[in-house]
């Protein structure tokens, strides 16, 4: 347990943590796709970028909605995995020199980014309809989606011409 966290004793801290953990990473991606949109050389990417942000600032406000319906404070705990994420992708930022290889990176990270929401959401979602926080699971669900999408559409962009160009 980590220094400034509550104790995990049943199902619902459990599944309070997991929200609080995907809140702190939706807003860690917030602040993190501002410079991948700097970064982004291929414009389908850096448009890509730029609608996922807003969809992340929606998702955002999603999560509120769910920490509201559910009487809860909406608030953070700090994911190691998120922060561990978003660093690395920035230290690749920084090292790659050719264009072409670092939309291929920042794809790579943005999947990464995506994948750990999905696994997350997935599991939030099932704690809620386990739990019977059934109000919530339409907002989890539209956010999953959106997640799924958004992975989706970068292996599209990767394969069809990001990659090629990378290699």
Sequence with gaps: MGLFTTPIKTMDDLFTHMLQDIYYAEQQITKALPKMIEKAGEPQLKQGFEKHLRETEGQVQRLEQVFQQLGKTAKGVECAAINGIISETKEIMSDVGDQQVLDAALIAGAQAVEHYEITRYGTII?????????????LLEQTLGEEKA????????????VNRKAA
Excluded: F, I, R
Aim: hydrophobic share 40%; aromatic share 4%; glycine share 8%.
């Design 150 to 161: 958004t992975d989706k559409t970068l292996t599209a962009l990767a394969e069809a011409n």
């Design 126 to 138: 099932a704690y809620a309809k386990q739990l019977g926080h059934t109000n919530v699971v339409g």
